[in-house]
Nanobody
Framework: QVQFVESGGGLVQPGGSLRLSCVGS????????VGWFRQAPGKEREAVSC????????YYAESVKGRFTIDRDNYKKEVYLDLNSLKPEDTAVYSC????????????????????WGQGTQVTVSA
């Protein structure tokens, strides 16, 4: 199945940090824009961040601005999400997916526009 594979999740204390990675499985990520989403138990999947194909433009949800950083290495064909100053409310399964375009655009948070969803990686923030 063509999809992304996420890694890097784990259990961390409040205030801690993690680095999540996202790489294509059975397909080669080129310059498509890539987004990170998260889903907490009993809640809808929500957009966290998006990065354009050139990495020049990024978007963040208000709840993570200043704490999370999205980046990509087009040589390695990987996308990353650095999670800092983590809070218990950041606990969720984090997944990545790609847009058909190289630009995130104004619809960057619309999950139905994305493809190649991975299974996600669990992030748990707890003391």
């Amino acid at each position: 199945q063509v999809q992304f594979v996420e890694s890097g999740g784990g259990l961390v204390q409040p205030g801690g940090s993690l680095r999540l990675s996202c790489v294509g499985s059975k397909f080669t990520l080129n310059f498509e824009a890539v987004g990170w989403f998260r889903q907490a138990p009993g809640k809808e999947r929500e957009a966290v961040s998006c990065i354009s194909g050139s990495a020049a433009i990024t978007y963040y949800a208000e709840s993570v601005k200043g704490r999370f950083t999205i980046d990509r290495d087009n040589y390695k064909k990987e996308v990353y999400l650095d999670l800092n100053s983590l809070k218990p409310e950041d606990t969720a399964v984090y997944s990545c997916a790609a847009l058909r375009s190289s630009d995130c655009g104004s619809r960057w948070s619309v999950r139905d526009d994305y493809s190649y969803w991975g299974q996600g990686t669990q992030v748990t923030v707890s003391a």
